[in-house]
């Protein structure tokens, strides 16, 4: 069984800068996607970034644009989110998951918006 492991997030002050972390293990498998989500309370759910295994192609969405880059080591199974200038709309808790290459969607699976695996939520909190 898959199984991911997210840290890194903390209370920091808006303009400050956290690195989430996502390691995976026990993937069989070079393809899908890691996709960070974030949900605040009492807000859907929100795609922030995510990351294509096989070929590193990204995808962010609009209110992280230029604030927010998204990184693999594959070596070490792991996907970074190097998140700057934050803001206090960006308090969630988010969550790593993982999009299996099960998925028939010609490759696009940082548009898979329902991830196979998801692991336990990071807590990101920005005090204004």
């Known amino acids: 069984e898959v199984q991911l492991q997210a840290s890194g997030g903390g209370l920091v002050q808006a303009g400050g800068s956290l690195r989430l972390s996502c390691t995976a293990s026990r993937i069989t498998f070079d393809d899908g996607a890691i996709h960070w989500f974030r949900q605040a309370p009492g807000k859907e759910r929100e795609g922030v970034s995510c990351?294509?295994?096989?070929?590193?192609?990204?995808y962010y969405a609009d209110s992280v644009k230029g604030r927010f880059t998204i990184s693999s080591d594959n070596a070490k199974n792991t996907v970074y989110l190097q998140m700057n200038n934050l803001k206090p709309e960006d308090t969630a808790l988010y969550y790593c998951t993982l999009t299996t290459p099960l998925w028939p969607v010609g490759g696009e699976y940082c548009s898979v918006q329902y991830p196979d695996y998801w692991g336990q939520g990071t807590q990101v909190t920005v005090s204004s």
């Open positions: 990351i294509r295994r096989s070929d590193g192609s990204t």
